[in-house]
């Protein structure tokens, strides 16, 4: 099957309308910040979104992680403050109620709970779970080349497994020729390229044409950018900065800002709208101020975690807009 210009540009606006409308679904839903949106349809395409999953979930949690102990100050100056006022309420219980029991056992250890420690002090040797620890190890540096190597290299077996089962076993015997051109041992842009000029020669330059004229998150752009981005890091730059990443991913920068608002605002304010609502428990102002000051600092920094969630997107939502193309023109 032979696709014309025109047949090829309507795929791809039918696919990223396709992708954008599952993008909105979750816009509206509770704390929802899916890792990766459910949108390849082979088993192989399936098995890649899988392990994107783990990665960014795992650097979710290393983001938040860093994000924890370099505000651990601040943290733990707004944790006694929540936790004075809770203990404070709970004495305010009739006297022979459980939560009034707990808070009186509760007020002895206090001192413990809440006592200095010294990880943060001038020793010239700090503790690696520490803000100079950290900042001396370079951890976040790391889980950046971490996320981009292991990314670049799930779309390497991806694309190797696409060519497999799309490409070599569906090709008529006219175009058996055409496969020689595939590098088996390739980059991940060689093979990318190699395999939408099996689809149509012309392919590579009619997608840069359709994402010229597009307006939304320029997909291609970030998935050439994470190429250029990981070859830096084998050969170049080890350890990314992070100013350089987000000034070449701008726009996914820009959305994962956006993202860690929308959930600041929805843990530090709906709960309390809920408990309200509820009228079950009554949380004074103050203590509300202090949990909204708690949640701000917790999660100031998760937005680096998101920013690595949106390149991902963006290199998959490309990916599959390619793999359609393939199943459109094999009749998959």
């Known amino acids: 099957m032979r696709f014309s210009k025109e047949e090829i540009e309507a795929i791809i606006k039918q696919r990223v309308n396709f992708l954008e409308s599952e993008v909105l679904k979750t816009k509206n839903e509770e704390f929802s910040f899916p890792l990766i949106h459910d949108i390849?349809?082979?088993?192989?395409g399936k098995n890649l979104e899988e392990k994107c999953r783990d990665l960014t979930g795992f650097t979710e949690l290393?983001?938040?992680?860093?994000?924890?102990?370099?505000?651990s100050k601040k943290l733990k100056t707004f944790s006694r403050k929540l936790f004075d006022?809770?203990?404070?309420?709970?004495?305010?219980?009739?006297?022979?109620?459980d939560v009034r029991k707990m808070a009186e056992a509760l007020i002895p250890i206090k001192s413990l709970l809440f006592s200095k420690n010294s990880s943060d002090s001038n020793d010239k040797t700090p503790d690696v779970l520490s803000k100079k620890g950290m900042q001396k190890m370079k951890v976040t540096q790391r889980c950046s080349a971490y996320y981009i190597f292991a990314f670049y290299a799930y779309i390497d077996v991806y694309l190797d497994e696409l060519y497999k089962n799309y490409f070599k076993k569906k090709v008529?015997?006219?175009?058996?020729?055409?496969?020689?051109?595939?590098?088996?041992?390739?980059?991940?842009?060689?093979?990318?390229?190699?395999?939408?000029?099996?689809?149509r020669r012309d392919l590579p330059e009619q997608m840069d044409e359709f994402y010229g004229c597009y307006n939304g998150l320029n997909d291609k752009t970030a998935y050439e950018l994470l190429i250029d981005t990981r070859?830096?890091?084998?050969?170049?730059n080890p350890l990314p900065e992070l100013r350089k990443l987000r000034n070449k991913f701008r726009k996914q920068y820009s959305e994962a800002k956006k993202k860690r608002d929308t959930l600041i605002e929805r843990i530090g304010v709906n709960l309390f709208e809920e408990e309200d609502k509820k009228k079950e428990v009554l949380i004074s102002s103050k203590m509300k101020k202090t949990y909204s000051k708690f949640v701000t600092n917790l999660f100031k920094d998760i937005h680096l975690a998101f920013f690595f969630v949106?390149?991902?997107l963006s290199c998959l939502r490309y990916l599959s807009i390619i793999e359609e193309i393939a199943r459109m023109k094999y009749n998959i």
């Open 40 to 44: 390849f349809s082979s088993k192989f």
């Open 62 to 71: 290393s983001m938040l992680s860093i994000s924890i102990v370099n505000k």
């Open 85 to 97: 006022e809770g203990l404070k309420m709970s004495l305010e219980e009739d006297e022979d109620s």
């Open 172 to 199: 008529p015997d006219e175009e058996k020729d055409l496969l020689k051109g595939f590098p088996e041992r390739g980059g991940v842009k060689e093979r990318t390229k190699s395999l939408l000029q099996l689809i």
């Open 231 to 236: 070859h830096e890091i084998a050969h170049a």
């Open 310 to 312: 949106e390149i991902g």
